[in-house]
């Protein structure tokens, strides 16, 4: 059992920037792939960035966030620059039993955050 909990969330103004953070339990935290997603109101969760061997990201994000980890610490980051508004949504924090292949959608995790709130303000 995998117990995640994001911080860092907030509200910034448009090409702002914040850090994500998602603190896991566990002796075994280095063995899961580790993924971000977001949801925005009325629309559905989407992938945005995860990391196992390599990162990846969706095209929305790519080159303005960056995932990173630190297995000393069980912690996963993300950090967001050049906010837009259209970046606003619940982030959640997520695990996924790492068998070679970093998943991209939601059914290849395991375990979930409670996510964190990012508003980002035209």
């Known amino acids: 059992q995998v117990q995640l909990v994001e911080s860092g969330g907030g509200l910034v103004q448009a090409g702002g920037s914040l850090r994500l953070s998602c603190a896991a339990s566990?002796?075994?935290?280095?063995?899961?792939?580790m993924g971000w997603f977001r949801q925005a109101p009325g629309k559905d969760r989407e992938f945005v960035a995860a990391?196992?061997?390599?990162?990846y990201y969706a095209d929305s994000v790519k080159g303005r966030f960056t995932i990173s980890r630190d297995n000393a610490k069980n912690t996963v980051y993300l950090q967001m620059n050049s906010l837009k508004p259209e970046d606003t949504a619940v982030y959640y924090c997520?695990?996924?039993?790492?068998?070679?292949?970093?998943?991209?959608?939601?059914?290849?995790?395991?375990?979930w955050g409670q996510g964190t709130q990012v508003t980002v303000s035209s």
């Open positions: 990391i196992g061997y390599n990162t």
């Open positions: 997520a695990a996924q039993k790492w068998a070679g292949r970093v998943g991209k959608s939601l059914s290849e995790y395991d375990y």
């Open positions: 566990g002796r075994t935290f280095s063995s899961y792939a």
